[in-house]
């Protein structure tokens, strides 16, 4: 469903047993050598979600204090390529963001059931692509803003486990948050004891 010009939702794209295979890969990321953990504002404020990039040592997230001296693991190319299958289930395969898509980077957000993400705009990429949001685990509700404010006009949205969101076009600038997990909402058969994780993909459009 396209609920905004270029922002398509696509429920349950990944099987269960395509939701534990990327859950088992996430606790491993999730373990080192950079660890989840809580980003550090720039005034000081913890983020309550905890994170773990892949591919990028956290510079386009000036947000995520660097791990000490260590690099974030590389971007495995199986990620790049379910981005890119991402982007072809939402646009078409012939689409030119379909085409050109190749994800360098990847931010795996872990909430607890208190966790909560603001209203923001992704603006730290130097890229237009689109990004692709996977969310695992326990439901949420998805606030999806206008490109003007971090107000209102907004549009909520449920994302459950094994979805797909693609936020490209017009949509790649909109102001957007979390501002509630529904805890107890996962599958017990997907394994994971209670929280969401959410992995977007992204081009950062960077040269080095
Ligand atoms: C709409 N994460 O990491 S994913 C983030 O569920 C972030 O963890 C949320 O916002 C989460 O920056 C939302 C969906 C999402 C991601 C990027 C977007 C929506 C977006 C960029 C532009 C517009
Ligand atoms: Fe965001």
């Not at 660097?66 to 693991?73: D, I, N, V």
């Not at 923001?120 to 490109?147: K, M, Y």
């Not at 797909?164 to 102001?175: D, H, I, M, Q």
Request: proline share 8%.
């Amino acid at each position: 469903a396209e609920i905004a010009p270029g922002a398509v939702h696509v429920p349950g794209w990944l099987s269960l047993q395509q939701q534990r295979e990327l859950l088992e890969r996430c606790r491993e990321w999730a373990r080192g050598p950079v660890p989840l953990r809580h980003a550090v504002l720039p005034g000081g404020g913890r983020m309550s979600v905890r994170s773990v990039t892949l591919g990028w040592d956290w510079e386009p997230y000036r947000y995520v204090r660097t791990g000490e001296g260590k690099r974030a693991l590389d971007m495995p190319p199986w990620l790049t390529g379910m981005g890119r299958r991402a982007v072809a289930e939402a646009y078409g395969p012939d689409s030119p963001d379909a085409r050109a898509y190749r994800p360098d980077t990847a931010l795996v957000n872990f909430y607890d059931a208190t966790a909560r993400m603001g209203m923001h705009q992704d603006r730290d990429e130097f890229s237009a692509a689109p990004i692709v949001s996977l969310s695992l685990g326990d439901a949420c509700v998805f606030r999806f803003g206008n490109t003007e404010t971090r107000s209102a006009p907004y549009r909520d949205v449920e994302l459950r486990s094994g979805d797909l969101f693609v936020f490209g076009g017009p949509s790649r600038w909109a102001f957007h948050g979390v501002p509630r997990i529904r805890p107890g909402t996962g599958d017990p058969e997907l394994g994971m004891k209670g929280g969401r994780l959410n992995i977007t993909l992204r081009m950062t459009g960077r040269t080095a």
